[in-house]
């Protein structure tokens, strides 16, 4: 599955410049020059389109100790996101879209060797978003909302015994995930960045008295269109 990311992370940054000088569907499309225009005045009931990529923070919380993978660990957020306007009067928007990110999180053994928990998920998050116009160019955008996940893939590494095993085997975690999503946003002309924090709800443990949480910190970069 890094595999499948890092491509996708190439064609995202090859498509990109070419993509924002001829997309007329943008919503800084200004028809009367033919040209992307940020300090064209648009409506607030054009859509948006974008690409996102950062590192995901992520960790995992269990009861059973054998899945408490409570220390952070770094991985890849990478996808596509579309905002759909609410109202034609505010700047307000539900925004989703389809990401690839990797989760989990890991611990130190007694041994002094590490356990590593990677849970990787395709992810659909749903937020409502409302952009507040600095200038011409500055915007700030906070969000609220959350997220549904399947897990695709990963491994429980035991570094001690040098075991590695499927994260999403029967006695491991369940695929489905789901939770919050709270952070803001920046953005500058057609550049994009923001903070996001996805609280995880849906219990991930398949042991019905244990309970498994995901948390992951995202600092995510882009472009709207």
Not at 3 to 17: E, K, S, W
Not at 63 to 76: A, E, P, V
Not at 142 to 151: D, I, W
Not at 171 to 176: E, S, W
Request: with cysteine.
């Amino acid at each position: 599955m890094k595999r499948i990311a890092f491509i996708m992370m190439a064609i995202l940054l090859a498509v990109i410049p070419s993509t924002a000088q001829n997309y007329k569907n943008s919503r800084y499309y200004n028809k009367k020059t033919g040209h992307l225009d940020y300090r064209y005045n648009h409506s607030y009931s054009a859509p948006y389109f974008g690409f996102r990529i950062g590192p995901a923070f992520t960790y995992v919380n269990s009861d059973d100790s054998r899945l408490d993978g409570g220390d952070w660990q770094t991985g890849l957020n990478v996808g596509v996101v579309a905002g759909i306007p609410l109202t034609d009067t505010a700047p307000l928007y539900l925004e989703t879209g389809l990401s690839y990110i990797e989760k989990g999180g890991k611990k130190d053994l007694v041994s002094g060797k590490k356990m590593t928990y990677d849970l990787n998920y395709l992810q659909i998050p749903a937020v409502l978003k409302y952009k507040y116009d600095v200038d011409d160019h500055f915007s700030i955008q906070p969000q609220f909302g959350g997220y549904f996940a399947v897990g695709v893939g990963g491994k429980i590494k035991n570094f001690a015994e040098r075991e590695a095993q499927s994260s999403f085997r029967s006695d491991n975690f369940r695929r489905l995930d789901g939770g919050l999503r709270i952070g803001c946003g920046i953005g500058y002309d057609m550049f994009y960045a923001d903070l996001t924090y996805d609280i995880g709800l849906a219990n991930i443990c398949h042991d019905s008295f244990d309970k498994s949480h995901n948390g992951a910190l995202l600092l995510n970069f882009g472009v709207n269109f």
